[in-house]
Every structure is written in structure tokens, then in C-alpha cells.
């Protein structure tokens, strides 16, 4: 057991065994390193997409520019939207899961800790082989939900394609070990007294996205798989001379679409949840309304994907039911928003950076709720589809939804995560300049997208009236580039600092800020035995005021899984037969069985190597 108190903030790593360095990283299998790991190379994507949109707003800044080409166009705003979708907002989500699902429940790791090191790995490899496509001249080139024929042999004869259509099915391989990951951990491993209905609103609605993942994400993989049949096989699933149909693409890719939308945006659903009832001073209104409004989003959304189709037709009947579908599904979603008012609403209401991106996430999702639901009527839907209203519809809930969240939680957890506190002035400034220009570049599209302007396309001509407002987005993404140029600005100066950050700097409700910043490796010397829903809240409740600040103490005695760089193996394995399959035709059968028992070796070894 751990009883030897250790007086420095640092010398818990020694004292537990701890490696530092390079290659400590690399055969980690720590959640929280694992997180780091997911966030750090998130952030960095995430940064690469909003060059990719800068260039996008250069370009059309001005009617009938030509700062980029009509090929380069194309590949950036198919990377964009890639990036942003998959190798951005899905893993800064799993940065949050990897580190706080088993702090949050009272557990010392997650389920299969070496399966989490993998989904890490093979997400990094899959991210990489994807942007490899521009050392190539070879990048996506279709748009980022891959519309047949855009994606045909016939019509993209190149690798530009393939690189797309590997890289998702590389980066599905992540998610779906990342989903059983987090679903085993979040059903097995909560801390005793810690049922269902004391879950943090946080872990809840996590386990519904890991839920969603297993249910959505094989659905895109089917439909990879058979576009990969008929790129490298000549089989015609999706291409009409051969007699297939280019509209059963469509359905396969938005009944994962939807889902993925919710994917999207639950976990930062989740992250305000925790961040309100703490900023507000009481606890969440309707913790159970928001529970079952969470399962019921989740539910519905697999039986709303075809109002993405409205325009092809579909017929009567089928508008009518994606119709209602689309307006019920704003039910629940508007329980989320009034309870979220509702803990407000007489609190005791602290402004502090996290809670100003808070309420900035309500706000700016309320707009997208709205115009999401001028979509689900049909004839309304067939004026405003592929228009420019439909791109800030959906900025308005992957942005000012999804990124204004994790944002939140990112000032948030900062302390808890890096022992450091982030600068406060520096935070306020970064929010507001964030407001203002995501408004700025976003909300004018809802005007030139009624006027008319279709969206991907490469350039405009002059006086159809769409000038000024494609101007003012322009200038609206530089401040948006400022914002997290602010925010970098501000890790990098919190960096330097020495640790300082206490273990309960906000006066939190849940188990995470009940051990030392940053936690050990062990997360809980002592197993908590939780007593009600807000479970630290419960403990100073019970002791009459704050609890002390908790001893770091050595470990000893308590066991954790090994290092082993055989996650990385594997998912180099899978990286190298994948590229083997894209050439296939160049390099032969034998290339790809030399890479699949590459592949193989690596779960042998990973299977049988001790733990610990």
C-alpha cells in the first residue's frame, strides 16, 4: 500500500518507478501520457486545418481570385474538413476521455491499457499517411464526404482518392479500439458506490459517444471497403455503367454521418455539464433529464440521415419521416440548453475563463440548433442546400459548438493536467477574440448562402453581391487565427512557470480534484468509496468545508502495467499493409503478406508479453 509521503511535487516519478525521456513516451501505456500524447498531436492538426482554412478564406476574399489554383483548392477544403473531422475534434475528445474517464470514476488505468497506446499510435500513423498525400501531389481532391462518382477510378484515376479512402479506414481502425477501451472501462471499473445515476455528466455522456463509435463507425467502414473493391478490383458498387448506384454511397456515408455529428459534440456536451455546476456554485439542474436526454440524441440520431438528401429525391413519404425525425431530435437537444440555463439561473456565477467559453458554447450552439432545424423542412432544405448557409450551419456546432467546448475544458482541466495554471488576462482575451472572429467569418455565410453562393467553389464572379460579406469572413478568420495564436501564446508562457496549479483549484465537484496536480501514475493511492452524485462535494459537505491538500505519496506496492512498444509495432504492421494494398499493382501479392505478418507478429507479442 502507499503510505510514504513524499515532500517534492516531482518525486512521485522516481519514486514509482516513473521513466522520463523519449522512448518513455513512445512505450507508454499510462492514460494520462496517452492523453497528452492524443492532444498534443490533435492541436497540431488542428492548427494545420485552420492553415488550410486561411488559405480557403485568401482565396475567396476577392471575386475572381486566382491566389490558388482549382486543384489546389480542391485538396485543401477536402483536407480541411478531413482534418478538422477526424484528426482534430474526434481525437481532442479522446485526449478528454484518455485522461479523465478513470479519474473521474475512481479507477488507477483504463480497461486494456496497451489497446489504448495502440488507438493512439495507429491514429498518429493514420494521420500522417493522410497528409503524406501532398508530399505526393496527391492529396483528397473529392471533397470531404467522398460523393460517388467524384471518388470513381474513371473520374480519379490518381492515388489522390486512395490516400482518403485508406487513411479513414486506418483512422476507423483508432476509434473502434479506443470505443471498446472506454465502454469495458466505464462499465467495469467505476469506483464502489459510483452507480449509473452518480455518473459525472461528463463520463455519461462519453460512454454514449464510445456507443455511438461501435454502432457508426462500421457502417463507414463497409462502405470504404467497398469503394477500396472498386478502385482496386473493378467491381462497381458505386458506378452505374457497371449497374451500381452512386445515392447508396450517400446513405451509407450519412448513417454514419449523423452519428458522427453527435460524436462530435456529446463529449463537449459533457465537458460544459462539469463546467457550469462548478463556475455557477450549485449542482446541475436536471441531472437526470439531461442522462436521458444524452440517450435519446443518441438514439435518434441513426433515423435522421437522410435529411442530407432531401435534394435527391427521395419521395414523399421518406421527406415526411426524415422531416420529423429531424424536428424531434430538437427535443432533447433543447433539454440539454434550458437545463444548462437552469443551473445558471441563481447561481452564484464566477467568469473565469472557462466558464466564459461555457456560456459562449450555449450561445453559438443555439445558432446552430436553429438554423439545423430550418434544414428538416424539405422545400426549405432544397433552397438552402449546397448553398453557403449549410457551411455555417454546420461551423456553428462543430466550432462554435464543439471547439468552444473543449476549449472550455482544456482552461478547465489545464491545472490538473500540467500541475500549472494558465494565465487568466491572457484567457479572456483569447475568448473574446475568438467570439468575434468565428461571428465574423461564420455568420455572414448565413446571408451570401441565401443569396445564392454555392458553396465549393473555387472562385465567384464580380456583382452578384457576394463581395462584401466574403471579405468580412476573410478578415474574421485572421482574428480566429489570432485567438489560438493567443492561446499559444499562453501555454508557452504557463510552460515556463514552475508547477503551482493546487489539487482543487476550482473547488470541484468530482474525483479528479481529489489528488495531487498532476496526478501520480497510480491516479488513487486508495481506491474512494463515492457516497452521491457530486462526489467531492459530498466529501466537504460532510467535513463542513474545503478538504486539505492531499500528500503526494510514493506508490509503493501498488501495481501497474509494464511499457512495451509493441502497440507500435502493430500499428506500424497495419500502416505498412495498407500502403502495400494502395500498391498493390506496383509491388505484388508478396509485399502485402511480408506486411501482414508484420502485423501479426505484433499482436502475438503484444498478446503474450507479461504485463507486468
Known amino acids: ?138 492529396a483528397p481532391d473529392q471533397g470531404w464526404f467522398g460523393y460517388a462518382n467524384l471518388t470513381s477510378k474513371q473520374y480519379s484515376p490518381g492515388l489522390n482518392v486512395d490516400f482518403w479512402m485508406l487513411g479513414l479506414q486506418i483512422l476507423g481502425i483508432a476509434s473502434l479500439a479506443a470505443a471498446v477501451n472506454f465502454f469495458v472501462t466505464i462499465v467495469n471499473m467505476r469506483a464502489p458506490g459510483m452507480t449509473l445515476m452518480r455518473m459525472p455528466m461528463f463520463v455519461w455522456m462519453s460512454l454514449i459517444t464510445q456507443v455511438l ?145 461555457a456560456i459562449g458554447f450555449i450561445a453559438m450552439f443555439i445558432i446552430g440548433g436553429l438554423s439545423g432545424v430550418m434544414h428538416s423542412s424539405p422545400p426549405a432544405d432544397l433552397q438552402q442546400t449546397d448553398t453557403y448557409f449549410v457551411v455555417a450551419h454546420f461551423h456553428y456546432v462543430l466550432f462554435g459548438g464543439s471547439i468552444f467546448g473543449l476549449t472550455a475544458g482544456a482552461y478547465y482541466w489545464w491545472p490538473k493536467m500540467f500541475g500549472r495554471m494558465l494565465n487568466e488576462r491572457l484567457g479572456q482575451l483569447h475568448f473574446w477574440l475568438m467570439l468575434i472572429g468565428f461571428n465574423l467569418t461564420f455568420f455572414p455565410m448565413h446571408f451570401v448562402g441565401l443569396h445564392g453562393m454555392p458553396r465549393r467553389v473555387y472562385t465567384y464572379p464580380e456583382g452578384l453581391g457576394f463581395d462584401l460579406m466574403n471579405q468580412i469572413e476573410t478578415a474574421g478568420s485572421f482574428v480566429l487565427a489570432l485567438a489560438f495564436l493567443v492561446f499559444l501564446v499562453n501555454i508557452f508562457q504557463t510552460w515556463r512557470k514552475p508547477r503551482n496549479a493546487p489539487a482543487d483549484p476550482w473547488n470541484g465537484a468530482t474525483l479528479e480534484w481529489a489528488i495531487p496536480s498532476p496526478p501520480p501514475e497510480f491516479n488513487f493511492a486508495e481506491i474512494p468509496t463515492v457516497h452521491g452524485r457530486d462526489a467531492l462535494w459530498e466529501q466537504k459537505r460532510q467535513r463542513g468545508g474545503p478538504l486539505p491538500e492531499p500528500a503526494r505519496v510514493s506508490g509503493a506496492g501498488i501495481h501497474m502495467p509494464n511499457p512495451s512498444y509493441w502497440p507500435l509495432v502493430t500499428a506500424v504492421g497495419i500502416l505498412a499493409f495498407f500502403v502495400t494494398l494502395m500498391m498493390l499493382a506496383k509491388i505484388g501479392i508478396w509485399a502485402v503478406i511480408a506486411s501482414f505478418a508484420l502485423l501479426l507478429l505484433g499482436v502475438y507479442k503484444w498478446a503474450y508479453e507479461p504485463a507486468g
Open 1 to 138: 500500500m502507499a503510505t510514504r509521503v513524499l515532500d517534492q511535487p516531482h518525486a512521485h516519478a522516481a519514486a514509482h518507478g516513473e521513466k522520463t525521456g523519449l522512448w518513455s513516451w513512445i512505450t507508454t501505456v499510462d492514460h494520462k501520457r496517452i492523453g497528452v500524447l492524443y492532444g498534443a498531436t490533435a492541436f497540431i492538426f488542428f492548427l494545420m486545418g485552420g492553415i488550410e482554412a486561411l488559405l480557403l478564406r485568401i482565396q475567396l476574399g476577392s471575386p475572381e481570385n486566382t491566389f490558388l489554383s482549382p486543384d489546389l483548392y480542391n485538396q485543401l477544403f477536402t483536407m480541411h474538413g478531413t482534418t478538422m473531422i477526424f484528426l482534430a475534434v474526434m481525437p481532442l475528445s479522446a485526449m478528454f476521455f484518455n485522461y479523465l474517464i478513470p479519474l473521474q470514476i475512481g479507477a488507477r488505468d483504463v480497461a486494456f491499457p496497451r489497446l489504448n497506446a495502440f488507438s493512439y499510435w495507429v491514429f498518429l500513423l493514420g494521420g500522417l499517411f493522410l497528409n503524406a498525400s501532398f508530399l505526393f501531389g496527391a
Open 213 to 357: 463509435l461501435l454502432l457508426a463507425f462500421p457502417v463507414i467502414t463497409v462502405a470504404l471497403i467497398l469503394l477500396m473493391y472498386d478502385r482496386f478490383f473493378g467491381s462497381a458498387f458505386f458506378v452505374p455503367s457497371g449497374g451500381g448506384d452512386p445515392l447508396l454511397w450517400q446513405h451509407l456515408f450519412w448513417i454514419f454521418g449523423h452519428p458522427e455529428v453527435y460524436i462530435l459534440i456529446l463529449p463537449a456536451f459533457g465537458i460544459v455539464s462539469e463546467v457550469l455546476p462548478v463556475f455557477s456554485r450549485k449542482p446541475l439542474f436536471g441531472y437526470a433529464a439531461m442522462v436521458f436526454s444524452g440517450v435519446f440524441i443518441a438514439f435518434l440520431g441513426f433515423g435522421v440521415w437522410s435529411h442530407h438528401m432531401f435534394s435527391t429525391g427521395m419521395g414523399p413519404l421518406a421527406d415526411t419521416f426524415f422531416a420529423l425525425t429531424t424536428m424531434l431530435i430538437a427535443i432533447p437537444t433543447g433539454v440539454k440548453i434550458f437545463n444548462w440555463i437552469g443551473t445558471m439561473w441563481g447561481g452564484s456565477l464566477q467568469y473565469r475563463t472557462p466558464m466564459l467559453f
